[in-house]
T-cell receptor
Framework: EAQVTQNPRYLITVTGKKLTVTCSQNMNHEYMSWYRQDPGLGLRQIYYSMNVEVTDKGDVPEGYKVSRKEKRNFPLILESPSPNQTSLYFC????????????FGSGTRLTVV | AQKITQTQPGMFVQEKEAVTLDCTYDTSDPSYGLFWYKQPSSGEMIFLIYQGSYDQQNATEGRYSLNFQKARKSANLVISASQLGDSAMYFCAMRGYNNNDMRFGAGTRLTVKP
């Protein structure tokens, strides 16, 4: 089944404790993105990647890191999480840029206390 | 810069009736795609329908249709014969041809009443 797999689905952590949210897609998509969803703001892009070793900032990159060492994987790293990073996070992938829609993972609900 | 506006934070509809969710957009891209996603309470994002900016006809997918008015920059979602399972958050989104970013509106929460 074609899908984007994120883990974990739920995570509660403490301020400052490094964490990684994993994302993997099995569709051989070139483009991958991370979004965060907050009430009243919709989804905002954190980082995106156009291919292996090619990443760039989205609208809200502060406090996040990403890497794309393999085409299928695009982990999101929070080096020192803070409570304002409490949010619902989505990984998404698409075949190409532009007019292709994204396929989304199931989401990761992160709480930083 | 691209911008998506959904002016209805919440909507109610009676079961079996039709409902229109509003979406307006702003872009300088000559070519772009418009998307609607459904987010049920379980949280996943489900793709519903797509409209290309150069498509002559409005897109339809089952009970979903997109009322695309290019000159007015609007891309409203019409759900016919609403069902209880349609209760969810609905997001309008846009992606320009030369853009890596899919921009989302703030969403509309639809509640279908029995």
């Amino acid at each position: 089944e074609a899908q984007v797999t994120q883990n974990p689905r739920y995570l509660i952590t403490v301020t400052g404790k490094k964490l990684t949210v994993t994302c993997s897609q099995n569709m051989n998509h070139e483009y991958m993105s991370w979004y965060r969803q907050d009430p009243g703001l919709g989804l905002r892009q954190i980082y995106y990647s156009m291919n292996v070793e090619v990443t760039d900032k989205g609208d809200v990159p502060e406090g996040y890191k990403v890497s794309r060492k393999e085409k299928r994987n695009f982990p999101l790293i929070l080096e020192s999480p803070s409570p304002n990073q409490t949010s619902l996070y989505f990984c998404a992938s698409s075949f190409s840029r532009g007019l292709s829609g994204y396929t989304f993972g199931s989401g990761t609900r992160l709480t930083v206390v | 810069a691209q911008k998506i506006t959904q002016t209805q934070p919440g909507m109610f509809v009676q079961e079996k009736e039709a409902v229109t969710l509003d979406c307006t957009y702003d872009t300088s891209d000559p070519s772009y795609g418009l998307f609607w996603y459904k987010q049920p309470s379980s949280g996943e994002m489900i793709f519903l329908i797509y409209q290309g900016s150069y498509d002559q006809q409005n897109a339809t997918e089952g009970r979903y249709s997109l009322n695309f008015q290019k000159a007015r920059k609007s891309a409203n979602l019409v759900i016919s014969a609403s069902q209880l399972g349609d209760s969810a958050m609905y997001f309008c989104a846009m992606r320009g041809y030369n853009n890596n970013d899919m921009r989302f509106g703030a969403g509309t929460r639809l509640t279908v009443k029995p």
